[in-house]
């Protein structure tokens, strides 16, 4: 039997700052391709009205440009959320750096109203960490390395959601003719636990937090109460992150 391969989304988001428990996604955009075929068969660009008061920082403006005023006609992130859902539905995903941001956003946001999306069972490639193994370098610099051409001479513009995923989808396909390689191994949906190297081996770590870098199995030798805390309903981890958890406590 042949095997399936699935679509692939590309998703980006542009956001009011960096912290996803206080800030707001204001753009979201992907693209579908038919991974047989390499051709891009769907795609989506929403500008987002945060549906709470609101500051976008000043580093995030300086990269992407949007202002509250453009913002103010736009949906909300619970008027477009079914229609993100539904984008995602029986693909596998492709990043730039979006295991760490972009999908902890969504996640977020989802279980901000109420609702709740599941990243955990699909095939999550990241273009990102892949170029970082190979070479360590941000999407522009990627994009030209790998096409010849800059972004803005290729018609986008750098930190546009739009742009940024179309520049991601053609670093992938390049990536992927000069070496394939395979989705990333992720332990945790919010990225709290993730692999780090710890006495030469790949081992699960907390990413954040006051055990950042140290193993999980080694605070829960030390520090259970953590773990329980971690656990709780006090807390707004992804419930992917406290099942994992909940191993070491057991």
């Given at each position: 039997?042949?095997?399936?391969?699935?679509?692939?989304?590309?998703?980006?988001?542009?956001?009011?700052?960096l912290?996803k428990?206080?800030?707001?996604?204001?753009?979201?955009?992907?693209?579908?391709?038919?991974?047989?075929?390499?051709?891009i068969?769907?795609s989506i660009?929403?500008?987002i009205?945060?549906?709470?008061?609101?500051?976008?920082?000043?580093?995030?403006?300086l990269?992407?440009?949007?202002?509250?005023?453009?913002?103010?006609?736009?949906?909300?992130?619970?008027?477009?959320?079914?229609?993100?859902r539904?984008?995602?539905?029986?693909?596998d995903?492709?990043?730039y750096?979006?295991?760490?941001?972009d999908?902890?956003f969504?996640?977020?946001?989802?279980?901000?109203?109420g609702e709740?999306?599941d990243?955990m069972?699909?095939?999550c490639?990241?273009a990102?960490?892949?170029?970082?193994?190979?070479?360590?370098?941000?999407?522009?610099?990627?994009?030209?390395r790998?096409?010849?051409?800059?972004?803005?001479?290729?018609?986008?513009?750098a930190?546009?959601?739009?742009?940024?995923?179309?520049?991601?989808?053609?670093?992938?396909?390049?990536q992927?003719e000069?070496?394939?390689?395979?989705?990333?191994?992720?332990?945790?949906?919010?990225?709290?636990?993730?692999?780090?190297?710890?006495?030469?081996?790949?081992t699960?770590?907390?990413?954040?937090?006051?055990?950042?870098?140290?193993p999980?199995?080694?605070v829960?030798?030390?520090?259970?109460?953590y773990?329980n805390?971690?656990?709780?309903?006090?807390?707004?981890f992804?419930?992917?992150?406290?099942?994992?958890i909940?191993?070491?406590?057991?």
């Open positions: 039997m042949d095997e399936i391969i699935r679509p692939l989304v590309v998703p980006d988001v542009e956001t009011t700052g912290d428990q206080v800030d707001s996604i204001i753009q979201f955009a992907a693209l579908k391709v038919d991974r047989q075929t390499d051709n068969i769907d660009n929403f500008y009205r945060p549906d709470r008061p609101y500051t976008i920082t000043i580093q995030a403006y990269k992407h440009h949007i202002k509250p005023d453009f913002l103010k006609d736009k949906p909300t992130f619970k008027e477009v959320a079914n229609q993100i539904d984008f995602f539905e029986g693909c995903i492709l990043t750096n979006g295991i760490s941001f999908l902890p969504i996640k977020a946001e989802f279980q901000r109203i709740d999306i990243f069972n699909v095939d490639y990241d990102f960490l892949e170029e970082k193994r190979r070479n360590g370098n941000n999407l522009e610099a990627t994009f030209k790998y096409v010849g051409m800059s972004m803005e001479d290729s018609g986008l513009q930190h546009d959601a739009f742009s940024d995923v179309k520049a991601t989808w053609e670093v992938f396909k390049a992927q000069k070496q394939e390689y395979g989705p990333e191994q992720r332990l945790t949906e919010d990225n709290f636990i993730i692999y780090g190297e710890f006495n030469g081996s790949p699960p770590v907390f990413a954040v937090g006051k055990y950042k870098d140290l999980v199995a080694y829960s030798s030390v520090d259970k109460g773990l805390w971690c656990i709780s309903p006090n807390t707004s992804a419930k992917s992150t406290k099942d994992y909940r191993q070491y406590i057991n």
